[in-house]
């Protein structure tokens, strides 16, 4: 990983995080990024989303710099990694620490026991659990 592929991605404050189907198909997300102590990048997820799913079959990812509504530009470069997937245990707290640091009340109002609480209702007690990403860029 350059030093200019890091501090791009620390900066940014959405990421197209795009995963590869079986097929080769990319599929690109809008996440939230935060850069963590060890040089890699996490954010959060449901456990049962797509991306989680496509990463058990093929852990190459590719990371552009987007707005919250995943619109590249076109002259975006393009990152490449390998991610990893995680449910429980310390780099889960890692990452939530991390990104809730990096984006305060806006991460708190998300992820908090109230609105865990609706979600639960909403979804007739089937609210997804939690996972974590980690993405270690490519030399």
């Not at 959405?14 to 097929?23: A, D, G, H, L, S």
């Not at 780099?91 to 609105?115: F, H, M, Q, T």
Request: aromatic share 8%.
């Amino acid at each position: 990983m350059t030093d200019n592929a890091a501090a791009t991605l620390a900066s940014a404050t959405y990421v197209q995080f795009t995963t590869f189907r079986k097929t080769g198909l990319a599929v690109g997300s809008p996440v939230w990024f935060t850069a963590l102590p060890d040089g890699t990048f996490g954010f959060t997820t449901g456990a049962t989303t797509g991306k989680v799913k496509r990463l058990r079959n093929n852990d190459k990812v590719d990371l552009r710099v987007c707005d919250r509504r995943g619109n590249v530009a076109s002259d975006a470069e393009v990152f490449h990694g390998t991610a990893e997937v995680f449910t429980e245990g310390p780099r889960v707290d890692e990452v939530k620490s991390a990104i809730k640091d990096e984006y305060g009340l806006l991460a708190k109002l998300i992820s908090n026991p109230v609105l865990d609480a609706v979600r639960t209702v909403v979804t007739r007690g089937k609210a997804q659990p939690t996972a974590v990403v980690v993405v270690t860029l490519d030399n």
